[in-house]
């Protein structure tokens, strides 16, 4: 790949930086607190984790982004299926191929996906929490037909399935520990979100990003919003990863911390909050000399949940700000786009948006 080849390449003022800002960084919250509650799964008294609520609620007002520690998932756990992801994408194109995401799979291999119309310097493995994971067959208003979804395992590494089949249990118990705090935090009632998780559309996925020989002109992820409601992310030690700072617009990198998890809001939470919260753009540099692995677990709702304001959270000085959308939809005009190039930005929340006047 010694040669630019155009698709990857980001217009001029997308590209990264050479030089990076560490800055401040994104908010590290201490998970500790719910591990000496009682009922660590209930979060039964709010008074008593008070200054937790309190630091969730601003970082996810402030950045969107924060990192978590002492959050509960055995570290053995995240080292298992970190050596899985590597030995998977350690194989030949051919063997990876084997498992490759088509038109009617909603998972496996691929290493064509483009982020705003240029193509990411990465690869990628795709597998769906629940099986089936009911999803929309099209995203035609009037179209109902749903399609029965599954996941592609591939033969080697043996032990990927299982290893991913742990990891994804873990990080269900720390998403609705999230969740949650979230809605605590919100002044809503703890387990206000639960219910739409029922038949959620969660997905995992292992990123693998080779080194680039062109790192100041390309991009691992371009930027981008995470449209579900949030990701709990594993960076490896590499670095990588920016946040747009909502202050100043300036991309601040998210420096690599042992065992912890970065989570961020993702689009559905900045709709329900009627943008309490804020979903924050991200992106993700490559690098000359090392290759970088992510797994980010996204956590959504069932197909048929309807994304607007909620209730309780507007008011006749805080009208709701979107229109109801149905995330099946949403998610299926996201996945059609995603594959190739084309001359439109797809699919946005702020296509939704209420205009002011
Ligand atoms: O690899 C990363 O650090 C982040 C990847 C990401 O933002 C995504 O896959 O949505
Ligand atoms: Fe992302």
Redesign the pocket.
């Known amino acids: 790949m010694g040669e630019v080849d155009p698709a990857f390449i980001q217009d001029p003022e997308h590209r990264p930086k050479p030089s990076i800002i560490q800055a401040e960084g994104i908010p590290l919250i201490d998970l500790s607190p719910l591990n000496t509650q009682e009922a660590a799964d209930s979060i039964s008294d709010p008074s008593a984790i008070k200054d937790l609520l309190k630091e969730i609620g601003k970082a996810c007002k402030d950045w969107g982004f924060f990192q978590v520690i002492n959050h509960g998932v055995p570290l053995d756990r995240r080292q298992r299926i970190e050596v899985a992801s590597r030995k998977f994408f350690a194989q030949s194109l051919e063997e990876k191929r084997k498992v490759s995401r088509d038109q009617t799979s909603g998972a496996g291999y691929y290493d064509t996906e483009h982020t705003k119309n240029v193509r990411d310097w990465k690869e990628v493995f795709d597998f769906l929490v629940e099986e089936p994971t009911l999803i929309p067959v099209s995203q035609e208003p009037d179209d109902d037909q749903v399609t029965h979804r599954t996941n592609l395992w591939p033969e080697n590494p043996p032990d990927l399935r299982e290893a991913s089949q742990e990891y994804v249990r873990e990080m269900e118990k720390l998403a609705y520990k999230l969740v949650e705090l979230i809605a605590l935090s919100l002044d809503l009632p703890a387990k206000r979100f639960h219910g739409f998780f029922k038949d959620q559309t969660s997905l995992v ?1 292992f ?1 693998h ?1 080779p080194p680039c020989p062109y790192p100041h002109l390309a991009l ?2 371009g930027r ?1 919003k ?1 449209p579900g409601f949030l ?1 709990i ?1 594993a ?1 490896d030690d590499v670095g ?2 920016e946040v747009k700072r909502k202050t100043d617009g300036e991309w601040i990198w998210v420096k690599p911390t042992p065992d912890a998890y ?1 989570i961020n809001v993702g689009d559905i939470i900045q709709v329900w909050s009627n943008d309490a919260y804020e979903s924050v753009e ?1 992106r ?1 540099m490559v690098n000359f000399e090392r290759e ?1 692995f ?1 797994i ?1 677990f996204f956590f959504n709702p069932a197909h048929y949940t309807i994304i607007e304001p909620l209730q309780e959270l507007i008011n006749e000085r805080n009208p709701p700000k979107y229109r109801p959308y149905n995330w099946g939809k949403f998610l299926v005009n996201r996945k059609n786009s995603n594959l190739k190039k084309q001359n439109v930005e797809n699919l946005q929340i702020y296509h939704f948006k209420v205009s002011q006047e």
Do not use: A, F, K, W
């Open positions: 996925r990123n990003y691992g992820v981008h995470d990701t992310l960076q990588g990863l970065i991200h993700v970088r992510s980010p």
